[in-house]
């Protein structure tokens, strides 16, 4: 089973403070599968944590990639137009790079399962044949 992860994930999982805490660590506890993510969401999160929280996110990245727990992807470099033409589909609910590089990668290696803590648009973007995400962390 593999399992996209968003950067709300991840800020959750690693941040105590973080209000989704509690819900991104109960499934993390019980996950088995394999997490699939970007090198955009890594950015993202960064971003968002700490660095003492950094450290401890991109050592867990370290040993779960070294077991083959955490797979890091990117959309390829002929992607641009792609990808644009999906941040620039909603006008009322724009899409940001991080979001498009998972909905991108959901299509072309056909995932349809996310960790994410951003419910709002991850309940809008649609994968071919419109279907919809399935939000793990509501399982």
């Not at 997490?35 to 867990?60: D, I």
Request: proline letters at 4%.
């Amino acid at each position: 089973m593999n399992t996209l992860a968003d950067s709300g994930y991840f800020v959750g999982l690693f941040n105590p403070k973080d209000h989704h805490h509690t819900r991104c660590k109960a499934f993390f506890a019980t996950y088995t599968g394999q997490t699939t993510t970007t090198w955009a969401v890594f950015t993202e999160v960064c971003a968002l944590l700490t660095h003492s929280k950094q450290k401890a996110f991109f050592a867990w990245a370290a040993k779960a990639q070294e077991l083959g727990y955490l797979r890091i992807e990117s959309p390829p470099a002929d992607a641009v137009h792609t990808l644009w033409q999906m941040m620039d589909k909603v006008e009322d609910l724009p899409m940001d790079f991080c979001d498009a590089s998972l909905v991108y990668l959901a299509s072309s290696l056909k995932i349809h399962r996310i960790a994410t803590t951003d419910l709002k648009d991850f309940s809008v973007y649609r994968l071919p044949g419109n279907k919809r995400f399935t939000h793990v962390l509501d399982e």
